[in-house]
Antibody, heavy 118, light 108 residues
Framework: EVQLVQSGVEVKKPGESLKISCKGS????????INWVRQMPDKGLEWMGR????????NYSPSFRGHVTISVDKSITTAYLQWSSLTASDTALYYC???????????WGQGTTVTVSS | EIVLTQSPGTLSLSPGERATLSCRAS???????LAWYQQKLGQTPRLLIY???SRAAGIPDRFSGSGSVTDFTLTISRLEPEDFAVYYC?????????FGPGTKVDIK
């Protein structure tokens, strides 16, 4: 089955670090970019950035550059989104989604809920 | 950055009616790389339309997309009960790949 499976719910305190994951299976992982999309509570979708698993090339949205780090380990077909110091405004649902070059997001992970609260 | 504006914000209709959703871009969307997604409450977004007018796999033909350059439309010819949801447009022509704010289609 072609799927993206994300890591589970996270509850963190402000200032803590976090790394969430997105594992692809059932397809050639290096043929598709992995994108990260944020959805804050009761809000819309925001594109954060993407990574090409074949060479680890990264595009960041200007809104998120410097606040998060996107990475990949193609040997285990897994992409990551990480924060070095969380704030309450990072509370959101985070999705990963795959994208072939010149195409849009045709497969989404189930989402990872991140709650940051003291 | 291409800013996408969707209208209306909310569309209240009855099952069986036709829904027309608009998405306007602040700059030309190259190659008409414009997609539409449906998101139901508590669910993952689902791709409906890509390339402005091509239906994604498994999408019923009551969903259609049209438009070009800066003006795009998603039409649902006859609303089924399962179509009441939020719809987002997205451009994937130029980074950053922006989404519109969404149109909520709810039951009148």
């Amino acid at each position: 089955e072609v799927q993206l499976v994300q890591s589970g719910v996270e509850v963190k305190k402000p200032g803590e670090s976090l790394k969430i994951s997105c594992k692809g299976s059932g397809y050639t992982f290096t043929n598709y970019w992995i994108n990260w999309v944020r959805q804050m509570p009761d809000k819309g979708l925001e594109w954060m950035g993407r990574i090409d698993p074949s060479d680890s090339y990264i595009n960041y949205s200007p809104s998120f550059r410097g606040h998060v780090t996107i990475s990949v380990d193609k040997s285990i077909t897994t992409a990551y989104l990480q924060w070095s110091s969380l704030t309450a405004s990072d509370t959101a649902l985070y999705y990963c989604a795959r994208q072939a070059t010149g195409h849009t997001f045709d497969l989404w992970g189930q989402g990872t809920t991140v709650t940051v609260s003291s | 950055e291409i800013v996408l504006t969707q209208s209306p914000g909310t569309l209240s209709l009855s099952p069986g009616e036709r829904a027309t959703l608009s998405c306007r871009a602040s700059l030309s969307v190259g190659n008409n790389y414009l997609a539409w997604y449906q998101q139901k409450l508590g669910q993952t977004p689902r791709l409906l339309i890509y390339g402005a007018s091509s239906r994604a796999a498994g999408i019923p033909d009551r969903f259609s997309g049209s438009g070009s350059v800066t003006d795009f439309t998603l039409t649902i010819s006859r609303l089924e009960p399962e179509d009441f949801a939020v719809y987002y447009c997205q451009q994937y022509a130029f980074s950053p790949f922006t989404f519109g704010p969404g149109t909520k289609v709810d039951i009148k």
